[in-house]
């Protein structure tokens, strides 16, 4: 199964759902901003000709607007669940948005994927056993800060002072020492957590 990569921050960022759902509505009217860029030359001509079917139109409204928002339906009820940031990525079948979107047949659903994928709402849908999962694109979604679950790491890593340009085994050392102070803070932080 494809693992996307986490997000990088240690609390789980807080998701505005108002503005994120603006944004989405924006954006299906208008989906240039967050267009995948074009395939290099030598991938365009290996793949002309490969899609044999007409993908519908992303035009704000319609069947491809209702997958959408099924899918960050699906990608928020996660999202406000998890006690931790988790993948930007659902995990479903066909069958399922199709009936989320209330047609009957998963080659419709199928195709909309497609068109949300070549529109870049979707990075990408990759195929795992009984279903797809699909990625979400990041720019869709708009994230405040983060809610404090534990020791404030960024502080420690403030703490710790900028160093000018160095050979690299003396870089090596250097870091190497700032992950000794990080670990030696979590851990105080970890035990005084404890006694309280």
């Known amino acids: 199964m494809h693992r996307p990569a986490f997000i990088p921050d240690a609390a789980k960022p807080y998701l505005n759902f108002a503005k994120t759902w603006s ?9 240039a901003p967050i267009q995948p860029k074009p395939l290099p030359a030598h991938l365009a001509a290996a793949t002309s000709g490969a899609r044999k079917q007409k993908l519908p139109v992303i035009n704000g409204k319609g069947s491809v607007t ?3 928002e099924a ?5 928020m009820d996660k999202w406000s669940k998890a ?15 199709a009936k989320r979107i209330h047609k009957k047949d998963p080659k ?4 909309h994927i497609l068109a949300l994928i070549e529109a ?9 056993r009984g279903g797809l999962q699909l990625l979400l694109n990041p720019d869709i ?4 800060g983060g809610r404090v679950a534990g020791p404030d790491m960024g502080a420690a890593l403030r703490s710790v002072p900028a160093t000018a340009p160095m050979a690299p085994l003396a870089l090596m050392q250097a870091g190497q020492a700032n992950l000794l102070a990080l670990a030696s803070f979590m851990n105080q932080n970890e035990k005084g957590r404890k006694r309280s």
Do not use: C
């Open 71 to 75: 899918v960050m339906h699906i990608f």
């Open 120 to 128: 870049g709402f979707l990075r990408a849908k990759v195929q795992v």
């Open 83 to 97: 006690d931790k940031a988790i993948n930007l990525a659902i995990y479903t079948t066909r069958t399922s948005l």
């Open 66 to 68: 209702n997958l959408m």
């Open 23 to 31: 944004k989405l509505y924006r954006l299906l009217q208008n989906p």
């Open 108 to 111: 419709t659903a199928y195709r």
């Open 141 to 144: 979604l708009v994230f405040e």
